[in-house]
């Protein structure tokens, strides 16, 4: 089944709020990317993390690599229309050469 | 430079028949994936191969079929579709494991 969790499923935002999306894996994971889908689209790679706790930043998003290398999260500073579609993680295991896909978390903007 | 290329991009299948989908990347990527995309259970991965001549399961691979005679192509087939299979297909390519993939735009199956 999967293992690598996302929270939340769904995510409404007012435009200029703050959003937050979380990826838990049952197992330690060598690396973390993210992804980004927009509605009726193909995932687009954002950026990996590699090291324990690491922490990178594009712009308005905020990436973090849990210090177990077992969560990460994304964080947007106030929304814009441009954000909305659906944030997947995705990792590898170590020695293991298959990218699992988080569940994601499908972003709506209100504006 | 191309990126990744998929056709078709829409298909209807009758249940039995079978098909196969097209993949080719120009980026001269050595890993490459399909993967299926269902609503509510984001990306499970069927197959995918780490260089030519090279191929193994993903989570889903049952009724599915790949193989790697070049680095640029990587096509899934369909042995005998069923209505299960129905899905938007994406295949996807890396340089190698600890890269971004970069993702086709995806076939849309249905099986009737």
């Known amino acids: 089944g999967q293992q690598v969790m996302q929270i939340p499923q769904y995510q409404h935002v007012q435009e200029g709020e703050d959003f937050t999306t979380y990826c838990n894996s049952s197992?330690?994971?060598?690396?973390i990317q993210w992804y980004k889908q927009r509605p009726g689209g193909h995932p687009v790679f954002l950026i990996q993390l590699v090291k324990s706790g690491e922490v990178k930043k594009q712009k308005r998003l905020t990436f973090q690599f849990g210090e177990a290398k077992k969560n990460s999260s994304l964080h947007i500073t106030a929304t814009q229309t441009t954000d909305v579609g659906t944030y997947f993680c995705?990792?590898?295991?170590?020695?293991?050469?298959?990218?699992?896909f988080g569940t994601g978390t499908r972003l709506t903007i209100i504006p | 430079n191309a990126g990744v290329t998929q056709t078709p991009k829409f298909q209807v299948l009758k249940t039995g028949q079978s098909m196969t989908l097209q993949c080719a990347q120009d980026?001269?990527?050595?890993?490459m994936s399909w993967y299926r995309q269902d609503p509510g259970m984001g990306l499970r991965l069927i197959h995918y191969?780490?260089?030519?001549?090279?191929?193994d399961q993903g989570e889903v691979p049952n009724g599915y079929n790949v193989s790697r005679s070049t680095t640029e192509d990587f096509p899934l087939r369909l042995l005998s579709a069923a209505p299960s299979q129905t899905s938007v297909y994406f295949c996807?390519?890396?340089?190698?494991?600890?890269?971004?993939?970069?993702f086709g735009s995806g076939t849309r199956l249905t099986v009737v």
């Open positions: 191969s780490v260089g030519a001549g090279i191929t």
């Open positions: 995705a990792g590898f295991r170590g020695g293991n050469e298959k990218l699992t």
């Open positions: 197992t330690t994971l060598s690396n």
């Open positions: 996807a390519s890396s340089k190698t494991a600890n890269y971004g993939y970069t």
């Open positions: 980026m001269n990527h050595e890993y």
